[in-house]
């Protein structure tokens, strides 16, 4: 008889792209979403959970810098009984849900509808250091307005919450640009309706970041040797042709005032593009009443990420304080969010334009920053421990945590094997908790429990004499019915 072969046992590993979150981690988040969620809230938007799965069709060819994003979402066919069936797929983004919800819902919603939507998103894309393929985004959007004083807003609302979160003003910058003057530039060349050549000069406008003005110049025209030594072929403008896209990029000048003027130079004669200097100089003049200057929010047509999905005015807040690489080199920190005006999303399943405007924060990033910034980050106090002496005194141990609970102090019993105190302890020290608390039979027939501040008796251990040891305890004994005042006692000395 064949020997019946085992099934293999599964490996225990993350699958590639994806990684788990711990306790402070998870918790960590969790406040900083509810810090956002508190500013928004603040500002009037109304929270919004929609379903993580959507039909490909509703999420259509939205993702932004993506050609083909069907591709980079996770995908699967939902057969019916006659083998026919939808496309469906986990969210890559919040809004293009946001987009078939307001469209199958827009008769009981309110007009502008200002909401936002907190959750993970899935891009199935190539993994690389700090880029996984599921992540947390942050949203909000006002959807139903075509009024400036919405993208403004959510500029000011973004630079609220930066602060919120523990960036300090002057470590943070949101500049804004607009689509339609960079149609107008496009129009300013000649391209005319050629997409073909409107598409090689939003690349190339979007390496604006790595290459420099010089490099925008030899990409337009001939072509250039990259870093690596490679040549990289040109659009084949002529110099005359690529004027205006270089005027664009570097019209930032010393007041707003001046960057509109270079602007309309940059823009000539068309009206799509004097269209978007106009809509920025409201953006402007509305968040200098709001007392937004441009130590906060700043008008800059360098910012280019992103022009190929927006319609209008187009923003990101980045991060100016320098940190060190993996190299140790100096560097800025960089962008923690996005967003822009958006148009044609929800025309999309109404036929009718819907003018809509939104941002997205990344949560990752920006939790990466305020570590950098020593905001948050350090070691997570753990619950107080009661250990168990006697296992058939189970219910007394019990009674004690419950009463500390009771009293708003985190609590927990041992539940391991407590045959070895030793190992109770290790438990408490693996769970970085503050508080042991320890009541044997002895203590129990004089009614008294014994109290070990972990936190004090770890730093004696490292760095005390023997003298200083005696002088400085770091266990107590107090009548059973002191256990929470001597508890919250000591927690409150490890917070001085």
Same mark, same amino acid.
């Given at each position: 008889?064949?020997?019946?072969?085992?099934?293999?046992?599964? +490996?225990?590993?993350?699958?590639? #792209?994806?990684?788990?979150?711990?306790?402070?981690?998870?918790?960590?988040?969790?406040?900083?979403?509810?810090?956002?969620?508190?500013?928004?809230?603040?500002?009037?938007?109304?929270?919004?959970?929609?379903?993580?799965?959507?039909?490909?069709?509703?999420?259509?060819?939205?993702?932004?810098?993506?050609?083909?994003?069907?591709?980079?979402?996770?995908?699967?066919?939902?057969?019916?009984?006659?083998? +026919?069936?939808?496309?469906?797929?986990?969210?890559?983004?919040?809004?293009?849900?946001?987009?078939?919800?307001?469209?199958?819902?827009?008769?009981?919603?309110?007009?502008?509808?200002?909401?936002?939507?907190?959750?993970?998103?899935?891009?199935?894309?190539?993994?690389?250091?700090?880029?996984?393929?599921?992540?947390?985004? @942050?949203?909000?959007?006002?959807?139903?307005?075509?009024?400036?004083?919405?993208?403004?807003?959510? @500029?000011?609302?973004?630079?609220?919450?930066?602060?919120?979160?523990?960036?300090?003003?002057?470590?943070?910058?949101?500049?804004?640009?607009?689509?339609?003057?960079?149609?107008?530039?496009?129009?300013?060349?000649?391209? #005319?309706?050629?997409?073909?050549?409107?598409?090689?000069?939003?690349?190339?406008?979007?390496?604006?970041?790595?290459?420099?003005?010089?490099?925008?110049?030899?990409?337009?025209?001939? !072509?250039?040797?990259?870093?690596?030594?490679?040549? *990289?072929?040109?659009?084949?403008?002529?110099?005359?042709?690529?004027?205006?896209?270089?005027?664009?990029?570097?019209? +930032?000048?010393?007041?707003?005032?001046?960057?509109?003027?270079?602007?309309? %130079?940059?823009?000539?004669?068309?009206?799509?593009?004097?269209?978007?200097?106009?809509?920025?100089?409201?953006?402007?003049?509305?968040?200098?009443?709001?007392?937004?200057?441009?130590?906060?929010?700043?008008?800059?047509?360098?910012?280019?990420?992103?022009?190929?999905?927006?319609?209008?005015?187009?923003?990101?807040?980045?991060?100016?304080?320098?940190?060190?690489?993996?190299? !140790?080199?100096?560097?800025?920190?960089?962008?923690?969010?996005?967003?822009?005006?958006?148009?044609?999303?929800? +025309?999309?399943?109404?036929?009718?334009?819907?003018? %809509?405007?939104?941002?997205? *924060?990344?949560?990752?990033? /920006?939790?990466?920053?305020?570590?950098?910034?020593?905001?948050? #980050?350090?070691?997570?106090?753990?619950? $107080?421990?009661?250990?168990?002496?006697?296992?058939?005194?189970?219910?007394?141990?019990?009674?004690?945590?419950?009463? /500390?609970?009771?009293?708003?102090?985190?609590?927990?019993?041992?539940?391991?094997?407590?045959?070895?105190?030793?190992?109770?302890?290790?438990? %408490?020290?693996?769970?970085?908790?503050?508080?042991?608390?320890?009541? #044997?039979?002895?203590?129990?027939?004089?009614?008294? $429990?014994?109290?070990?501040?972990?936190?004090?008796?770890?730093?004696?251990?490292?760095?005390?004499? /023997?003298?200083?040891?005696?002088?400085?305890?770091?266990?107590?004994?107090?009548?059973?019915?002191?256990?929470?005042?001597?508890?919250?006692? *000591?927690?409150?000395?490890?917070?001085?």
């Amino acid at each position: 008889m064949a020997k019946v072969k085992k099934t293999p046992r599964p +490996k225990a590993e993350t699958p590639k #792209g994806f990684r788990d979150y711990f306790g402070a981690e998870v918790s960590e988040r969790a406040e900083m979403l509810s810090k956002i969620a508190g500013v928004y809230h603040h500002y009037g938007f109304e929270a919004l959970e929609s379903s993580a799965v959507e039909t490909v069709e509703a999420l259509g060819k939205f993702l932004p810098d993506v050609d083909r994003p069907n591709e980079g979402v996770f995908a699967w066919q939902e057969f019916d009984e006659n083998d +026919k069936g939808d496309w469906l797929a986990l969210r890559y983004d919040l809004t293009a849900p946001l987009a078939r919800v307001y469209a199958q819902h827009r008769n009981d919603l309110p007009t502008p509808y200002r909401r936002f939507a907190m959750g993970p998103v899935w891009r199935n894309e190539k993994p690389g250091p700090g880029r996984f393929r599921q992540f947390y985004q @942050c949203d909000a959007d006002t959807v139903g307005t075509a009024s400036m004083a919405a993208d403004a807003e959510i @500029c000011a609302m973004l630079a609220d919450t930066l602060e919120t979160m523990g960036i300090p003003r002057g470590d943070y910058i949101v500049r804004v640009n607009n689509r339609k003057v960079l149609n107008g530039v496009l129009e300013a060349m000649g391209l #005319g309706e050629d997409q073909a050549a409107r598409d090689n000069v939003l690349r190339t406008i979007d390496k604006f970041d790595k290459v420099g003005e010089q490099g925008v110049r030899e990409l337009l025209g001939k !072509g250039r040797l990259d870093a690596s030594g490679a040549y *990289i072929d040109g659009v084949g403008l002529s110099d005359e042709q690529a004027e205006p896209v270089v005027a664009f990029l570097t019209s +930032k000048a010393d007041d707003p005032a001046g960057t509109f003027a270079n602007l309309r %130079a940059a823009v000539g004669g068309s009206a799509i593009g004097a269209e978007g200097i106009n809509e920025l100089e409201q953006i402007a003049e509305l968040l200098a009443a709001g007392g937004y200057g441009a130590d906060r929010i700043e008008i800059d047509p360098s910012v280019v990420r992103g022009l190929g999905y927006y319609t209008g005015p187009v923003f990101e807040a980045e991060l100016t304080f320098e940190i060190f690489d993996e190299k !140790g080199r100096k560097r800025q920190f960089g962008s923690v969010a996005g967003g822009g005006r958006y148009d044609d999303l929800v +025309k999309r399943f109404t036929g009718q334009a819907v003018p %809509a405007t939104g941002v997205s *924060i990344g949560v990752d990033r /920006l939790l990466a920053a305020l570590r950098e910034k020593g905001r948050i #980050g350090g070691v997570a106090t753990g619950p $107080v421990v009661v250990t168990v002496m006697d296992r058939d005194r189970m219910a007394d141990y019990q009674a004690m945590v419950a009463e /500390l609970r009771n009293a708003g102090i985190r609590a927990e019993v041992y539940l391991g094997n407590p045959k070895n105190f030793g190992n109770q302890l290790k438990y %408490a020290d693996k769970r970085n908790s503050p508080v042991a608390v320890i009541e #044997g039979g002895d203590e129990k027939e004089r009614g008294v $429990v014994q109290i070990k501040d972990l936190i004090l008796g770890a730093k004696i251990a490292q760095s005390a004499t /023997l003298e200083e040891w005696k002088e400085r305890p770091s266990q107590f004994e107090v009548p059973r019915g002191d256990l929470v005042s001597k508890v919250r006692e *000591i927690l409150q000395g490890q917070d001085d």
